[in-house]
């Protein structure tokens, strides 16, 4: 069947959110169908490349990572995802950890009616 539900999250300067947000997104994924998640960097100057890559090591094995070289915006960056997105559906999160994981599931219900 493939990838059903991308979920893009961009980031800016988030290296203290970033693995409470993949260890939150962990505990949902098992619930979803088939679904890939992409965190694009938009420039940042902190470590949130090398957070990303351990939570990709710690909780989130299939996690993608995007970087812009340069700061373009966060709808830059949500742009990438999306291109870059494989799935029937497109969910973006914040990566400061304000959206809640577990709204996707009903967001998923109600979007497939």
């Known amino acids: 069947m493939g990838v059903h539900l991308s979920i893009i999250i961009a980031v800016l300067d988030e290296a203290e959110n970033v693995l409470p947000v ?17 965190f694009v960097d938009a420039g940042s100057t902190d470590r949130t490349v090398a957070c990303l890559q351990e939570a990709r090591d710690a909780v989130l094995p299939g996690l993608r990572i995007l970087s812009h070289d340069r700061r373009r915006g966060k709808s830059a960056a949500l742009r990438t995802g999306i291109e870059a997105a494989r799935g029937h559906w497109i969910a973006t999160l914040d990566g400061d950890g304000q959206d809640n994981p577990n709204a996707l599931l009903d967001m998923l219900r109600q979007a497939q009616g």
């Open 22 to 38: 993949c260890r939150e997104l962990a505990s949902v994924l098992p619930q979803l169908p088939e679904t890939e998640v992409i």
